[in-house]
């Protein structure tokens, strides 16, 4: 995907984040910091090889899946916390769906036919900025607070292909895991536990005197490209030996079945699979949390 969020940029917000004025530390004591707890509805999806257009604002809305999280959340200045994080969603991918035949553009992506699922489990910690400061306690948070957030985040991935009819003996309908079975004809196979860097921003609401509502949208910028299990070029037929590799690195397109007549190329070994140059995939997280304060201990002065 397109860098957009380059490291430079990265590292200028991530300063911004952590600085906190002088000012704020002196004026907002422990006294009037707190935690809270937060439980997501989040809906996934990505931008990759397998979307309509290989860009970045690219993604087909059918392929959203439902996901889930769980937060806990330190409030240390009138503007800044920090938040960790546990979540869970599926990214889902199909060239059948997702790119046109009859478009010049997306004829590749067609007949390369791969439909893939990736389940994600993600922990992230990150500092959060409201944009309207509260200098006070929690009993008196502003009702409407915009923020936003960057930080870093590790995931654990394993992208599954769906198999179709093919001669390769494998059961069609069901999904087989991609990460060990090479199907570029890597040498080793790429790493299923990845960094990320997320960043974005949302709208939190005071719902009554311990429980928040928040709709946030955040983008992870990925370090890889194959989220998808599609990022380079096909490997020469010959070089392919399992079953898996065989299907998924060759048959599976459709110009090698003859349901694409006419496609010069086809899945010829060194002709590309994925984007061209060295592009990595993206994914997005949408979701709703319900936060609850958990109230402070309030710890009476000691008289002598």
């Given at each position: 995907m397109k860098n957009i969020f380059t490291y430079s940029?990265?590292?200028?917000?991530g300063l911004a984040l952590v600085a906190s004025p002088e000012a704020d530390a002196q004026q907002f004591s422990k006294r009037k910091q707190y935690n809270s707890v937060g439980f997501s509805l989040n809906a996934m999806n990505y931008f990759g090889d397998?979307?309509?257009?290989?860009?970045?604002?690219?993604?087909?809305?059918g392929a959203t899946r439902l996901g889930a999280g769980v937060s806990i959340t330190r409030r240390f200045y009138p503007r800044l916390s920090?938040?960790?994080?546990?979540?869970?969603?599926?990214?889902?991918?199909?060239?059948?769906?997702?790119?046109?035949?009859?478009?010049?553009?997306?004829?590749?992506?067609?007949?390369?036919?791969m439909?893939?699922?990736?389940?994600?489990?993600?922990?992230?910690?990150v500092?959060?900025?409201?944009?309207?400061?509260?200098?006070n306690n929690y009993l008196k948070r502003p009702d409407f607070v915009p923020y936003v957030?960057?930080?870093?985040?590790?995931?654990?991935h394993n992208p599954q292909g769906l198999v179709g009819d093919n001669t390769q003996g494998l059961a069609s309908g069901t999904y087989v895991n991609l990460a060990d079975v090479r199907t570029e004809g890597q040498a080793t196979g790429y790493s299923k536990t990845q960094l990320s860097i997320p960043f974005g921003g949302g709208i939190r609401y005071r719902i009554n005197r311990n429980f928040d509502a928040s709709l946030e949208i955040g983008w992870r910028k990925t370090f890889t490209d194959?989220?998808?299990?599609?990022?380079?070029?096909?490997?020469?037929?010959?070089?392919l030996t399992t079953a898996a590799q065989k299907y998924f690195g060759n048959e599976i397109t459709r110009s090698q079945t003859g349901d694409?007549?006419?496609?010069?190329?086809?899945?010829?070994?060194?002709?590309?699979?994925?984007?061209?140059?060295?592009?990595?995939?993206?994914?997005?997280?949408?979701?709703?949390?319900?936060?609850?304060i958990l109230t402070p201990r309030i710890k009476n002065p000691k008289f002598r």
């Amino acid at each position: 995907m397109k860098n957009i969020f380059t490291y430079s940029t990265a590292f200028v917000l991530g300063l911004a984040l952590v600085a906190s004025p002088e000012a704020d530390a002196q004026q907002f004591s422990k006294r009037k910091q707190y935690n809270s707890v937060g439980f997501s509805l989040n809906a996934m999806n990505y931008f990759g090889d397998v979307t309509p257009v290989t860009n970045f604002s690219s993604f087909r809305f059918g392929a959203t899946r439902l996901g889930a999280g769980v937060s806990i959340t330190r409030r240390f200045y009138p503007r800044l916390s920090g938040r960790f994080g546990l979540t869970y969603g599926r990214i889902t991918g199909s060239d059948a769906l997702a790119a046109d035949p009859n478009d010049p553009d997306a004829r590749f992506r067609y007949n390369r036919n791969m439909t893939f699922r990736n389940d994600i489990f993600e922990a992230s910690a990150v500092a959060v900025v409201d944009l309207i400061e509260n200098r006070n306690n929690y009993l008196k948070r502003p009702d409407f607070v915009p923020y936003v957030f960057a930080g870093i985040a590790g995931f654990y991935h394993n992208p599954q292909g769906l198999v179709g009819d093919n001669t390769q003996g494998l059961a069609s309908g069901t999904y087989v895991n991609l990460a060990d079975v090479r199907t570029e004809g890597q040498a080793t196979g790429y790493s299923k536990t990845q960094l990320s860097i997320p960043f974005g921003g949302g709208i939190r609401y005071r719902i009554n005197r311990n429980f928040d509502a928040s709709l946030e949208i955040g983008w992870r910028k990925t370090f890889t490209d194959y989220i998808d299990d599609v990022g380079g070029k096909y490997a020469p037929k010959a070089s392919l030996t399992t079953a898996a590799q065989k299907y998924f690195g060759n048959e599976i397109t459709r110009s090698q079945t003859g349901d694409f007549a006419g496609f010069t190329g086809g899945a010829a070994g060194g002709t590309q699979r994925g984007d061209v140059g060295n592009k990595t995939d993206w994914y997005i997280v949408t979701g709703v949390t319900l936060n609850y304060i958990l109230t402070p201990r309030i710890k009476n002065p000691k008289f002598r």
